[in-house]
């Protein structure tokens, strides 16, 4: 409503029409959309049952699958991961601000199992990590593999977001990091005076964390 009241305004001072007719609108009938989760899993049996189905895609949709998962990145950023971003020997991924929806840089600790997929993935010979042409991995191509394989309801691969959050959140006691560096590794936007001040980066804590994850989905599945 806001863009459009703008809209009316400008026509207004430009004389094409005579009144503004969003001021009449009675803000009261307009109601904030409910969020909605993306689906998700967190019970341990039905997440090792998804993990043996992805093994059963192409190479690098299965790849691009198990990154996800254990990095819980936004599909974009998995989609458009450039190997300029990525330092296996240091151990750590750095994406851009322009490629962030938070406008900043993001560090992804890397583990074993995050850096033996990369490793595979070098034989695809992309700019892109998850890719085996010039062009990143098509919008769809991960979502429609776990379709395909009868998680349409269940899991998306934004779902894996949700995933990693809730299971790392309720076993905080068994890995020790605090929710502040859980929330810096989601890459999530802290509002409020603690977001205008709290710049810490938890870079060790979250290194910790990312290890955890990828031994807690490892021990889900065999090899």
Excluded at 162 to 175: F, V
Excluded at 196 to 210: G, T
Aim: aromatic share 8%; charged share 25%; glycine share 6%.
């Amino acid at each position: 409503l806001k863009i459009v009241t703008r809209m009316f305004r400008y026509a207004l001072s430009e004389g094409a029409i005579e009144h503004n007719v969003c001021l009449d609108v009675d803000r009261g009938i307009l109601k904030k959309g409910q969020g909605k989760n993306f689906p998700h899993m967190t019970n341990q049996k039905e997440l090792s049952e998804l993990i043996e189905s992805i093994k059963t895609c192409t190479d690098v949709t299965r790849c691009a699958i198990m990154f996800a998962m254990h990095t819980f990145l936004r599909p974009f950023n998995v989609r458009y991961l450039e190997w300029c971003e990525v330092d296996i020997d240091n151990r750590v991924i750095v994406i851009p601000q322009e490629k962030m929806k938070t406008r900043k840089p993001h560090i992804v600790p890397l583990t074993d199992s995050t850096i033996k997929i990369l490793n595979e993935a070098k034989g695809f010979k992309s700019r892109y990590v998850f890719s085996r042409t010039s062009k990143p991995m098509s919008e769809m191509a991960m979502q429609e593999a776990l379709k395909r394989r009868g998680y349409e309801h269940r899991q998306t691969v934004h779902g894996f977001r949700h995933t990693a959050s809730t299971i790392l959140n309720e076993n905080i006691s068994k890995h020790g990091i605090h929710s502040e560096a859980i929330e810096k590794q989601l890459a999530h936007v802290t509002g409020g005076i603690k977001g205008v001040y709290n710049k810490a980066e938890y870079l060790q804590e979250r290194i910790k964390l990312m290890q955890w994850w990828s031994e807690y989905l490892g021990q889900l599945h065999t090899p």
